[in-house]
C-alpha cells in the first residue's frame, strides 16, 4: 500500500527543486561615515582656557568610558538614593521591563509554531442517527467515539519562518534598547530635576536675604525722613523695590514645589511623599573628568540609535517574509486514532484508524495582494533606514551641542564669578569706608544688595554648569554597556534602603 498519492510526491519534488529561486534577504546596516571628531574644531583640553581660581577646571578625557552609575560623579549619596529608588519603584521603567518580557515570550511562541511541529490530541463522543433513506433501508441511533493524535508541519523551504523569527528577534533587541534608553532618561531627569531644586533652594535663599537688606535700608530711609533728610518720594521708591523683590518670592517657591512633586513622581512616589531629601548645590560635586567616547563608538552606545538599528533589522526581515509569501507553501501532516461505536471496543484492532498527507500552497491570482505587500515592505524599510540615518546625526549633533555648552558654561560661570568677586571687594571697602564715616548707611546697603545680586547669576551659572554635564553623559549613551547585567531585586533594594 503507498501511503502518498503520487501526485503528492511529484508536488513535493518540484517545490524542493525551485526553492533556489526564493529571494533571501539578509540584513546589513547601513554604510555611514562617521567623522573623527564631534565639532568642527577639537576639544581643548579643559573646558575653560583661563579659568578663575573660583571656577573648578572640567577636563575632557577623550577616549574614555562612562561608568555605568555615572551619576555617582556628582558625589551625591541622596542622589545615589533617590536613583535607586527610583529604578525599583518608576512605574514608567517597570513598563519598560514588561514590554521587553512580552517580546521574549511572543518570540518563545513563534518559535514554537516554526520550528517543531503541531501535535494535538483530540477526545471527541457524539450521539448521531442515520437517514431511513439511506441505502440500509432504516435508521440507526447511535453513539460515536474518536480519539486520535494529528501532527502537522509547514516547511520552511522559502525562509519565511525563518525571517519571521529574525523579525521577532529584532522586536526583543528594539524593547531592550528602550528599556536603556527608559532607564538613562530616568536617571537623568532625576539627576538634572535635583540640580535644579539645589539652584531653585539657592536662588530662595539669597532673595531673601536681599529682602532683608532692601528692608533694613527703608527702614533708614524711613528714620531719615523723620529727620527731614529726604522726600517721601525716595521712601516710595525703596517701598517699591521691596515689594517688586518679594513679588519674585512666590514664583520660586511654586517653581520649588513642582520640581520636588517631579522628583517624587519619577521614583513612583506621590507629590506628598515625606521622605524626599532635599537637595542643595554644596551637596553636589562637579565631576573633574568628563570621558568622551571616540565619534566612531557613539552609534554602539546611544540606546535610541541601537532602537532604530533594531527597528532596521525588523524592516529588513520583514521584506524576507513578504518575499517568501510569493512561493508554495508545503504542509505534511499525519493522524493516528481509534473510531467506534462504543466504548468498549474502542481501542481493538479493529477501531484503529490513521492518515498521511502533504499539502502544497502556491499562490497564482491574488489581485496584486502579496506583491503589493512585498513592496509596501521595502517602502518600510527604506522609511527606516532614513529614520535610522537620521537617528545617528541626532546623536552627533546632542554630543556637540553640549561640548560646545560646556565650554560656554564654564566662560559663563568664570565671568560671573567674577563679577561676585568685584561686587564683593566693592562691598568690603564701602565697609571700611562707612566704618571711618566716608559714606552713607545706605551706600553700604546698596553694595550689599548688588552683591547677593551676584551671587544669584553665581547660583545660576553653576546650576547649568551641573545640568549641562549629566546632559553630556546622557548624550553619549550613559554607559549602559557597563553595567552589570542583573535584575533589579526590589525587596533587597528597599531592605538596604531601609538601611
Known amino acids: 500500500m503507498k501511503l502518498f498519492p503520487t501526485h503528492f510526491i511529484l508536488m513535493f519534488i518540484i517545490s524542493i527543486t525551485i526553492a533556489g529561486c526564493a529571494v533571501d534577504q539578509d540584513f546589513r546596516l547601513p554604510d555611514i561615515a562617521t567623522p573623527s571628531q564631534y565639532t568642527t574644531s577639537s576639544l581643548p583640553a579643559q573646558a575653560a582656557k583661563a579659568p578663575s581660581e573660583s571656577v573648578s577646571v572640567q577636563h ?29 519603584d518608576s512605574p514608567t521603567l517597570a513598563a519598560a521591563q514588561a514590554a521587553l518580557r512580552k517580546a521574549e515570550e511572543d518570540l518563545r511562541a513563534l518559535k514554537g509554531s516554526i520550528l517543531y511541529p503541531a501535535v494535538d490530541a483530540n477526545l471527541q463522543t457524539s450521539r448521531q442517527r442515520t437517514s431511513g433513506n439511506a441505502s440500509t433501508g432504516a435508521s440507526d441511533t ?15 523551504i522559502f525562509g519565511g519562518g525563518r525571517h519571521q523569527i529574525e523579525s521577532y528577534q529584532a522586536q526583543i533587541d528594539y524593547q531592550k534598547y528602550q528599556y536603556e534608553a527608559t532607564y538613562l532618561t530616568l536617571t537623568a531627569n532625576i539627576v538634572t530635576t535635583a540640580i535644579q531644586e539645589a539652584s531653585l533652594r539657592a536662588q530662595l535663599n539669597a532673595k531673601k536675604e536681599i529682602i532683608e537688606i532692601q528692608q533694613k ?3 533708614v530711609i524711613n528714620k531719615q525722613f523723620e529727620l527731614g533728610a529726604v522726600t517721601k518720594a525716595e521712601i516710595l521708591s525703596q517701598e517699591t523695590e521691596v515689594a517688586m523683590t518679594k513679588a519674585e518670592l512666590p514664583a520660586i517657591e511654586k517653581q520649588l514645589y513642582l520640581t520636588r512633586h517631579a522628583l517624587s513622581v519619577m521614583i513612583g512616589k506621590f507629590p506628598g511623599y515625606e521622605k524626599l531629601p ?30 532604530a538599528e533594531a527597528l532596521l533589522h525588523q524592516a529588513c526581515a520583514s521584506v524576507g517574509v513578504a518575499t517568501a509569501n510569493l512561493y508554495p507553501q508545503i504542509t505534511l501532516s499525519a493522524g493516528y486514532g481509534f473510531e467506534a461505536v462504543s466504548t ?12 498521511f498527507g502533504a ?26 533606514t532614513a529614520q535610522y540615518k537620521q537617528t545617528v546625526l541626532t546623536a552627533f549633533r546632542d554630543v556637540a551641542d553640549v561640548l560646545r555648552t560646556l565650554e560656554s558654561d564654564a566662560r559663563t560661570l568664570q565671568a560671573q ?14 565697609k571700611k569706608q562707612y566704618e571711618l564715616g566716608a559714606v552713607s548707611y545706605i551706600a553700604l546697603l546698596i553694595a550689599q544688595r548688588d552683591y547677593q ?22 548624550a553619549l549613551g550613559g554607559g549602559w554597556w557597563n553595567r552589570e547585567e542583573t535584575s533589579l531585586n526590589a525587596k533587597l533594594i528597599r531592605e538596604e534602603n531601609e538601611e
Open 60 to 88: 575632557f578625557a577623550l577616549d574614555k568610558d562612562l561608568p555605568g552609575d555615572w551619576w555617582t560623579l556628582f558625589g551625591s549619596p541622596e542622589l545615589d538614593q533617590m536613583i535607586k529608588q527610583g529604578l525599583v
Open 142 to 156: 447511535f453513539n460515536l467515539y474518536n480519539t486520535s493524535v494529528g501532527v502537522s508541519y509547514t516547511l520552511d
Open 217 to 219: 535700608q527703608l527702614d
Open 278 to 307: 532635599e537637595f542643595n548645590l554644596e551637596s553636589l560635586r562637579l565631576p573633574k573628568k568628563l570621558p568622551v567616547s571616540l565619534p566612531s563608538n557613539l552609534a554602539r552606545q546611544r540606546p535610541d540609535v541601537r532602537a
Open 344 to 355: 468498549g471496543i474502542l481501542f481493538n484492532g479493529q477501531s484503529v484508524i490513521w492518515n
Open 359 to 384: 499539502g502544497l500552497l502556491q499562490p497564482i491570482f491574488r489581485g496584486g495582494e502579496l506583491t503589493a505587500k512585498r513592496k509596501s515592505a521595502i517602502a518600510y524599510y527604506d522609511q527606516a
Open 417 to 430: 564669578a567674577q563679577a561676585e568677586a568685584a561686587a564683593k571687594s566693592a562691598l568690603e571697602l564701602i
Open 453 to 474: 545680586k551676584t551671587r544669584i547669576n553665581v547660583i545660576v551659572a553653576r546650576a547649568q554648569r551641573y545640568a549641562d554635564t549629566a546632559a553630556l553623559f546622557q
